[in-house]
């Protein structure tokens, strides 16, 4: 099983921007899907992010779309989610995932393990 590590996150400003990382153990990194996620409190888990395993397929959940990209390096084990245009509502801890096969979107019950979480934090 993958083991997962976010980075990044921090306290910026409407409208700037911030790159998160996820770096991940395992020689089998390249082989699995990787999905970010956000929870803010009080709120349930959201999905934000998908990428396959070649980075050829991506999705995004509606309230990213146009504003967040992600993308990989395999050869470092690590998915990244940039993070542009950000807005108060952003603020929240990101997660990263990984599945064995890809799905355009998974709900969060369906992932078996998670990174620590990075916290986001978009003052107005």
């Known amino acids: 099983q993958v083991q997962l590590v976010e980075s990044g996150g921090g306290l910026v400003q409407a409208g700037d921007s911030l790159r998160l990382s996820c770096a991940a153990s395992?020689?089998?990194?390249?082989?699995?899907?990787m999905y970010w996620f956000r929870q803010a409190p009080g709120k349930e888990r959201e999905f934000v992010a998908a990428?396959?395993?070649?980075?050829?397929?991506?999705y995004y959940g509606d309230s990213v779309k146009g504003r967040f990209t992600i993308s990989r390096d395999n050869a470092k084990n690590t998915v990244y989610l940039q993070m542009n245009s950000l807005k108060p509502e952003d603020t929240a801890v990101y997660y990263c995932a990984a599945k064995d096969y890809y799905i355009d979107y998974d709900p969060p019950s369906d992932f078996g393990s998670w990174g620590q979480g990075t916290q986001v934090t978009v003052s107005s």
């Open positions: 395992g020689r089998t990194f390249s082989s699995y899907a």
């Open positions: 990428i396959s395993w070649s980075g050829g397929r991506r």
